[in-house]
């Protein structure tokens, strides 16, 4: 018998990378799964594949983190039909870095501040993308989390984990607007974890640096398309104690242990999946 069986878990960009390596770990451990992305032909696969792998149900459809009304359309649909809302992962969003006009490389929140960076950039940054980071980071998980709470009201209680980046608790030099919407997400999550442990409903935060995704090639790319993918990864692993970037089972794994039962007594904390990357406590 699954440490999840009878839950119902909602996974916001569950159909690939961390989204998907969560989504399946969750339905090994037999929790009905709810996941949606903006593709209804990548949700269709991904359902089909893990329904015949686990034997779960799994509830997929088309929704936009930034488009409020498809978000809470998505939770009432998941809810109706299981009648609560046990979990909550916020995992998906983008990252503006790969469209900011003016950027001539990625950064990192393990980057030496001597580096190799490329130049500052503050006063040349659009409005646009501090908006559009606080969008993707903050304002998409007050949408999933204000139309999920009263469902897991209803389950008596539940575990919400937002999935961030690390820059939130270690600002990366050069890319401001990322790291302010990030410590913003985090600030959120420690406060609802306030507001409602009475509730026996929980509040974390599972921050990353420095994971290996679909998104990594996507940037090689962009930043390094002459260069191999050993190559690209190369200075940040330098900058990394572990000396390697981290997989999406890994994160996967740590969102478990936030959301399975014994995980009950932990609320309102910032886990780093960071390979040692935090150079603080």
């Known amino acids: 018998m699954g440490k999840m069986n009878g839950m119902v878990a909602?996974?916001?960009g569950g159909t690939r990378g961390i989204g998907r390596a969560t989504a399946e770990m969750f339905a090994a451990e037999g929790a009905t799964i709810a996941i949606c992305s903006r593709s209804q032909a990548a949700l269709n696969q991904?359902?089909?594949e893990i329904t015949a792998k686990h034997g779960v149900n799994v509830i997929a459809q088309v929704a936009?983190?930034?488009?409020r009304a498809s978000v809470e359309a998505w939770i009432a649909r998941v809810g109706n039909a299981a009648g609560k809302i046990d979990v909550l992962v916020n995992n998906a969003g983008g990252s503006e870095q790969r469209v900011a006009s003016g950027s001539m490389k990625q950064v990192y929140a393990v980057d030496a501040i001597s580096g190799d960076l490329p130049p500052g950039r503050f006063e040349e940054?659009?409005?646009?993308?501090?908006?559009?980071?606080f969008n993707q980071k903050v304002l998409a998980l007050i949408y999933a989390m204000r139309a999920a709470l009263p469902w897991m009201r209803k389950a008596g209680g539940g575990s919400i984990i937002n999935v961030v980046?690390?820059?939130?608790?270690q600002p990366l030099p050069r890319v401001v607007s990322s790291s302010?919407?990030?410590a913003a997400a985090m600030n959120l999550s420690k406060g609802l974890s306030l507001e409602l442990a009475d509730q026996n409903i929980r509040v974390n935060v599972v921050a990353l640096e420095s994971i290996l995704t679909s998104q990594t090639e996507k940037s090689r790319a962009r930043w390094a398309p002459n260069k191999t993918m050993d190559e690209f990864l190369a200075p940040r692993n330098a900058n990394i104690p572990m000396?390697?970037?981290g997989t999406s089972d890994e994160v996967a794994h740590a969102i478990y242990c936030l959301a399975a039962p014994l995980g009950a007594y932990i609320t309102g904390q910032v886990l780093c999946v960071d390979g040692g990357g935090l150079r603080s406590w």
């Open 165 to 169: 980046s690390m820059k939130g608790k």
């Open 10 to 12: 909602l996974i916001t």
């Open 125 to 133: 940054m659009a409005d646009a993308e501090f908006i559009n980071a």
């Open 64 to 67: 936009d983190i930034l488009d």
């Open 46 to 48: 991904t359902a089909q």
């Open 243 to 245: 000396h390697r970037i």
């Open 180 to 182: 302010v919407a990030a």
